[in-house]
């Protein structure tokens, strides 16, 4: 089988044995990223020392050194993690070509870990979006139809890995820019507990809401990734002290056991909703009826706040950005724009910002601006805090009943490009599955559990577990990875369409 | 329907150090109006009894040694500047004509 189709989980295993090299795995991603991503555009930067880092942990290897389980695989890096040596942009124009002097705690940690860092990918400016449109450099495009968002806003980590650019990925996820990519590609993405992996080197969007995680096309892959970039780090003061569990044996627990016995499995009956597509709400049923069938007990529970997550979202975030995102200020990094005649640093400020920022960004400060206005505090922004504590309490009573939460991860399945760009209320609605385990700071995974009937595109389903209980989305997510795949006999990824690169450019040209 | 005429938008913008073109506060204005109506209901829940979250997993007095850690040097820190003069940012006047 060609090296690319390898999991992260299967490319170790070759790696140890010595049946290929890293150099030989790094360069058919390469060869990958060369031939479709001109199509895809999954990645803003490649990262120009891959192979030779590769040479590196082959040489380490060589020489009999121990090294971890994912050494000498690579990783795509989503571009609003900072790293040294590669330009990291976040996806905006203000901080094009900026490479930072330092690399993200999980980044370092990758490193540290030998795995090869292929370069940085797509992603909604800032991280505001859910369809990677609103990147300065132009959207990334769904590999199973090229006119449809990749979601958002890691659209350029989810479709790499789908499309077979890279094994696994790192995302950030602060409303659903894991898990909402990895339903509507077909891929898998892990939103850990918030304070459980570093923030050090993620440049900020919403500090109470965001957090990094694992994306990959297998649940043991997004495993293996959060083992290594989880746990304390002294520089992120919202980090957490517990010791974790391997996320890997978890998974591979789950893979194996027959899990689901005694497990409750609780359905939020308000993210089971009409007005969800079709197909998404039969596949989500159809796997409620699998793990059923194989032990579970399905509960129904209720959570009647998340109908407000989505509003004290949209205030929380544009408040928390509009303080972060001041400090792009033409000083210290990234862009800098002198107004016609000169002015004051704060004129030149005013320009930079001007020119610098994309029009979410702009919509999102002057509205987060407006949330945290004198007048306007509490109604807006203090109210969206007591909404916080109301979905904390819906979560917390639901998990008294059950011991994990299930949804659809996304309410469609991959809409068009365009079709929501100019409506951001249409936009921000996309987000309501994905939104509530953030206010809470539970964990969320977003696995595959089929193709709607009525477009054949993936949908995907949100399994979410208490506060550092992040093993238990592994365990069930593997079970039911292992279940889907023994009834469909393959993977879902292996249904996507060939990106043949020739013939996808002469269907462009309009020569086939 | 929120009153968020172009005036309360260009206040906006001054507060936030964006510089604005017409057209863009005329848009905005609408947009702003509408998302404000939509996430306004979060009033109908957020009633005086109850307590407001600011952080999900709360933790308190974080602290650290007090002793010098690992940190950039300067030539790190200017790296990414748009202009310094080795040792310093540079920027324009910090004070107007008319101050």
New interface residues.
């Given amino acids: 089988m060609s090296l690319i189709k390898l999991s992260a989980a299967e490319l170790s295993e070759k790696l140890a044995s010595g049946e290929v090299s890293s150099v030989e795995v790094t360069k058919a991603h390469l060869d990958r990223i060369a031939a479709v991503d001109g199509d895809i555009h999954a990645f803003l930067h490649i990262n120009a020392k891959a192979l030779e880092t590769a040479a590196e942990v082959d040489a380490k290897r060589a020489a009999g050194e121990t090294l971890g389980e994912l050494a000498g695989v690579p990783i795509a890096i989503k571009d609003v993690l900072a790293t040294l040596e590669m330009p990291s942009t976040a996806g905006s124009k203000i901080l094009e070509g900026?490479?930072?002097?330092?690399d993200a705690t999980v980044v370092a940690r990758l490193r540290a870990a030998n795995l090869i860092p292929l370069g940085k990918t797509n992603m909604d400016e800032f991280a505001m979006g859910s369809s990677t449109e609103h990147s300065a450099y132009g959207p990334t495009h769904n590999p199973w139809d090229l006119d449809r968002i990749p979601g958002g806003s890691g659209g350029g980590s989810a479709a790499a890995v789908a499309a077979f650019e890279a094994p696994i990925a790192l995302g950030s996820d602060t409303g659903g820019s894991i898990r909402q990519p990895a339903a509507v590609t077909g891929s898998v993405g892990v939103k850990p507990?918030?304070?459980s992996v570093s923030r050090y080197g993620a440049i900020a969007l919403a500090s109470?809401?965001d957090q990094v995680g694992p994306v990959s096309r297998t649940v043991l892959d997004s495993a293996l990734v959060h083992d290594i970039i989880g746990g304390h780090d002294?520089r992120d003061?919202?980090s957490?002290k517990d010791a974790w569990p391997s996320f890997a044996a978890a998974a591979r627990a789950g893979a194996k056991a027959e899990s689901l016995k005694g497990l409750r499995i609780g359905v939020v009956k308000e993210l089971d909703a009409p007005g969800f597509q079709s197909g998404v709400t039969q596949r989500f049923h159809e796997a409620l009826d699998l793990l059923a069938a194989n032990g579970a007990e399905i509960i129904e529970v209720s959570a009647p706040?998340f109908e407000?997550a989505v509003?004290?979202y949209?205030?929380i975030l544009p408040a928390e950005a509009?303080s972060n995102l001041?400090k792009f200020?033409?000083?210290?990094?990234?862009?800098?724009v002198?107004?016609p005649g000169?002015?004051?640093?704060?004129?030149?400020?005013?320009?930079t910002?001007?020119?610098g920022?994309g029009?979410e960004v702009?919509?999102r400060?002057?509205?987060g601006?407006?949330a945290l206005?004198a007048g306007y505090y509490d109604?807006?922004y203090?109210?969206?805090?007591?909404?916080?504590?109301?979905i904390?309490r819906d979560f917390n009573a639901a998990f008294s009943q059950v011991d994990v939460l299930v949804s659809p991860a996304a309410p469609t399945t991959a809409f068009k490009l365009g079709e929501k760009l100019n409506d951001?209320?249409a936009m921000?609605i996309n987000d309501i599955t994905t939104i509530p385990a953030?206010?809470?700071?539970?964990p969320g995974m977003g696995l595959p559990i089929g193709l709607a009937p009525e477009d054949g595109l993936p949908v995907g389903i949100q399994i979410m577990a208490p506060?550092r209980a992040d093993d238990r989305l592994y365990t069930l997510g593997a079970t039911l990875e292992r279940l889907l795949e023994e009834k469909w006999g393959h993977t879902l990824l292996s249904q996507a369409p060939d990106l043949a690169p020739g013939e996808m450019f002469a269907a462009t040209e309009g020569a086939v | 329907m929120s009153e968020i005429t172009t005036d309360v938008v260009a206040h906006l913008a001054n507060l936030s150090r964006i510089a604005l073109t017409p057209e863009e506060i005329e848009t905005l204005a609408g947009e702003l109006g509408a998302i404000v109506d939509n996430v306004a209901k979060v009033n109908e829940v957020a009633t005086a009894d109850v307590p407001a979250t600011s952080h999900p997993v709360a933790l308190s007095n974080v602290f650290r040694p007090d002793v010098p850690g690992e940190t950039l040097t300067p030539e790190q820190a200017l790296s990414g500047a748009p202009d310094h003069d080795g040792t310093r940012f540079k920027v324009s006047a910090i004070l107007g004509e008319e101050q």
Avoid at chain 1, 98 to 102: A, F, G, L, N, T
Avoid at chain 1, 329 to 336: A, E, K, P, T, Y
């Fill in positions: 900026w490479i930072p002097p330092y507990t918030y304070g109470s809401l002294p003061s919202t957490l706040n407000y509003a004290a949209y205030l509009s001041a200020d033409s000083v210290r990094f990234g862009l800098r002198n107004p000169g002015g004051t640093v704060e004129d030149v400020m005013a320009a910002r001007g020119v920022f029009p702009k919509r400060i002057i509205l601006t407006y206005s109604e807006y203090g109210s969206a805090q007591k909404v916080r504590t109301l904390q951001p209320l921000y953030n206010l809470a700071g539970v506060q």
